[in-house]
């Protein structure tokens, strides 16, 4: 039982909930019949609702009859790049006909394609296009979301990438923490200046992105397509400079040793791992680096080398789940798609698949001290489900159990919400 001593003022109470607190516990940290109590956008109190405190209850504002309903924490996709112009639809149909995402990428499509139509928006038509895809995201329960840039690649397409992250921080209930994912492609005026171009990341760029303290972290794309071992340590070496913590696409289309660099950097994640090795499992582990998987592109490119889960699992590595949500190999805005995708193709259990959305996913974020279970002290940022076992929301697909979002300790207002408030 918590001990916390009564704050003050009490917001809001919750209680007739089950709290899947993903506290690591129990399995889903459950607390049958329990009560949430809210302060200053803050949990205030998470417990067994015969617990609390008296003091409590009488002096919360507002108290929501929550009828049964599972609580979790609210959802992190901690990887997405939802901001871009245009459409791959073209590359899916090419894919469909027998091309491979490697050869469309060599022959100038892929990721500098929609770097072309990004270029070409601008920040009102970004904003409205991306805000569209993160409704979408959000409507299931997502109350963080990472969001990288990467389809500019010119210093002015992603520092306005970047801006309309904070755009649409501003607009939508949601948190944002943006990424500077520049060493993603090469663009066409550096081609064949592959070092060159990253000079231009390192040299211009990262202390552009530092000064303006416009992204939170700093992504590579390190593959045979995107950008070697080399250039990735020297981006590595560039943002821990200026004080950026590093993450990396690790190991999607072949064992780059980019998982274990990335270890080496102290790097927040590396995502992807598709063909991960053993040491790169230990080295992650040894450093505490998040394992990413983004089964919704493993599932759209039609991936048949599945990430060493049994791996991750024996060394440790906390595993976190996101959409990768992006026009080329993953156009997904279902987080509880990949909730399944993650049971269904990469076997992990359905209470994995939920700490990936929660507590990992703001492990992956350097949240986890802010975010990601329901314990006092931490954000208020949950979300009440129509579901009697959180295990449903990796059984269902293309079913949104999502009754409320609660943000900062505050209901989101929703036209699916019906409340039972009371005053007290
Ligand atoms: N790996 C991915 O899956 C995305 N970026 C990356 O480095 C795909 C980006 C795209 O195809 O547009
Ligand atoms: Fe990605």
Avoid at 17 to 23: F, P, R, S, V
Avoid at 159 to 184: N, Q, S
Avoid at 243 to 268: C, F, I, M, N, T
Wanted: glycine share 8%; hydrophobic share 40%.
């Amino acid at each position: 039982m918590p001990d916390n001593p009564t704050p003050e003022i009490i917001d809001a109470l919750w209680v007739n909930a089950q709290l899947a607190t993903m506290k690591p516990d129990n399995p889903y940290g459950m607390i049958k019949n329990g009560a949430i109590a809210v302060s200053e956008g803050k949990l205030a109190w998470v417990g067994h609702e015969k617990d609390l405190p008296a003091e409590i209850r009488s002096a919360a504002t507002r108290t929501h009859n929550a009828r049964g309903a599972c609580i979790t924490p609210g959802l992190i996709d901690c990887h997405t790049h939802l901001i871009y112009g245009g459409s791959r639809v073209r590359e899916f149909e090419l894919r469909l006909l027998g091309a491979s995402y490697e050869e469309i990428s060599r022959q100038g499509g892929g990721i500098v394609s929609t770097v072309s139509a990004t270029r070409k928006a601008d920040e009102d038509r970004l904003f409205h296009e991306s805000g569209r895809r993160l409704s979408a995201i959000i409507s299931e329960g997502v109350t963080t979301v990472e969001v990288k840039s990467g389809y500019g690649l010119d210093l002015e397409t992603e520092l306005r990438m970047l801006r309309v992250a904070k755009m649409l921080e501003d607009a939508f209930p949601v948190t944002v923490c943006p990424t500077y994912l520049g060493a993603h492609a090469l663009p066409e005026e550096y081609r064949n200046r592959s070092d060159e171009y990253i000079d231009f990341v390192c040299d211009r760029v990262i202390p552009a992105v530092a000064s303006q303290q416009i992204a939170q972290a700093v992504d590579v794309f390190c593959e045979t397509i995107g950008f070697s071992l080399e250039q990735t340590e020297r981006v590595f070496k560039a943002s821990r400079d200026r004080g950026l913590p590093v993450k990396l696409h690790a190991e999607q289309l072949s064992d780059q040793g980019g998982a274990a660099l990335a270890a080496r950097y102290g790097a927040l994640s590396a995502d992807h791992l598709e063909y991960l090795s053993e040491d790169g499992a230990q080295a992650m582990a040894a450093s505490g680096t998040v394992a990413v998987l983004l089964p919704g592109a493993y599932y759209f490119l039609r991936e048949t080398h599945l990430p060493p889960i049994d791996l991750l699992r024996r060394y440790g590595v906390p595993m976190a789940l996101a959409t990768d949500c992006n026009p080329g190999s993953s156009p997904a805005t279902s987080p509880l798609l990949m909730l399944n995708m993650a049971c269904t193709l990469f076997r992990l259990t359905p209470e994995e698949a939920l700490a990936g959305v929660t507590r990992f996913g703001a492990a992956a974020l350097g949240l986890g001290k802010v975010k990601g279970t329901l314990e006092i002290g931490k954000d208020a940022d949950f979300v009440l489900w129509d579901i009697s076992d959180p295990a449903e929301l990796a059984y269902r697909f293309g079913f949104n159990p999502c009754r409320q979002v609660v943000r900062n300790g505050t209901p989101i207002e929703s036209d699916h919400f019906e409340d039972d408030t009371s005053n007290t």
